[in-house]
């Protein structure tokens, strides 16, 4: 038994040797980079907040954000709000 058992791990060992040398060493070209994304103004939720929280002194009732709905677009990067 400790024949068999020694002779399929040398089996499996040679065939694992034996793996696919897929070494191309074609020049490939670097890939394209991506056109860049025009940057719009931001959605009007982010602008209130960026007003709010650049202009927020401690001393003041706190302002209610259901003015402007929040957007989610799927086509744009986020805006940052801070600097």
């Known amino acids: 038994m400790k024949n ?4 399929g791990f040398l089996l499996l060992a040679g065939l694992t040797a034996c793996g696919g040398s897929d ?23 982010t602008a209130q ?7 927020a002194p401690d001393d003041t009732e706190p302002v209610a954000l259901d003015g402007a709905a929040p957007t989610m677009p799927d086509n744009t990067e986020p805006q940052p709000v801070g600097p």
């Open 23 to 45: 070494h191309d060493d074609h020049g490939q070209p670097p890939p394209a980079s991506p056109p860049p994304v025009a940057e719009g103004a931001p959605d009007p939720f």
């Open 49 to 55: 907040v960026a007003s709010l929280s650049a202009s």
């Open 4 to 7: 068999a058992a020694l002779l």
